[in-house]
Structure formats: structure tokens, C-alpha cells
């Protein structure tokens, strides 16, 4: 089993920067792939971002050149730094975790909001 618990998010005016953790216990060696994504009121959860490992990062489209996610193995945590941010990315964000076995764990969630 694997653990996630999201924290950072709160209430940012347009064009400020958050910066998301996801802290992951419990069997997260069996962990390959580390991703966010968001769900905004009324809407389906949507892709943000993922980590393979340290490395390979990819962003939606939507997200590109704003947001950065990172890993630290050694806190196996994973951040997503938001900077310049828009009403728009208002949502709760999610922590995923793939891990061996096609399992797939999911965090609580932190809100999100930007102000215009």
C-alpha cells in the first residue's frame, strides 16, 4: 500500500505561485510514475502533470511553461511549482502514484483558487 497526502494549496491572486507537495509512505519503492491532476467545479479530473522516477517530465498543454513538477527521492515527495497562475487553474488538485502491480493510489486532494 502506498500512501499520498497533498498539501500547499490556498488562495493565490492571477499571476501569483503556489508550490504543491506530495509526500508519498508506506511501499513507495514499488512507485515508477508520479503525476497531478485537477477538477474544477462541474468538470471531469484532468491530466496536469507527471514524473517518471526523477526524470521525464510532461505537462498538459495548458500547464506548459507555467508549472514545474519535481521529485525528491530522498523525501519521496513530488512537487508542482504553479507560477503565474490563472483563474482558470482553479480546481482541487490530486496527487497519483503508479506503483508495481498496476496499482494506482490517489491523495485527498488540495484546493486551488486563483483570484482575478
Known amino acids: 500500500q502506498v500512501q499520498l497526502v497533498e498539501s500547499g494549496g490556498g488562495l493565490v491572486q492571477a499571476g501569483g505561485s503556489l508550490r504543491l507537495s506530495c509526500a508519498a509512505s508506506g511501499r513507495t519503492f514499488e512507485i515508477y510514475n508520479t503525476g497531478w491532476f485537477r477538477q474544477a467545479p462541474g468538470k471531469e479530473r484532468e491530466f496536469v502533470a507527471q514524473?517518471?522516477?526523477?526524470?521525464?517530465?510532461a505537462y498538459a498543454d495548458s500547464v506548459k511553461g507555467r508549472f514545474t513538477i519535481s521529485g525528491d527521492n530522498a523525501k519521496n515527495t513530488v512537487y508542482l511549482q504553479m507560477n503565474n497562475l490563472k483563474p482558470e487553474d482553479t480546481a482541487v488538485y490530486y496527487c497519483?502514484?503508479?506503483?508495481?502491480?498496476?496499482?494506482?493510489?490517489w491523495g485527498q486532494g488540495t484546493q486551488v483558487t486563483v483570484s482575478s
Open positions: 514524473i517518471r522516477g526523477s526524470d521525464n517530465p
Open positions: 497519483r502514484a503508479l506503483a508495481r502491480g498496476a496499482n494506482v493510489y
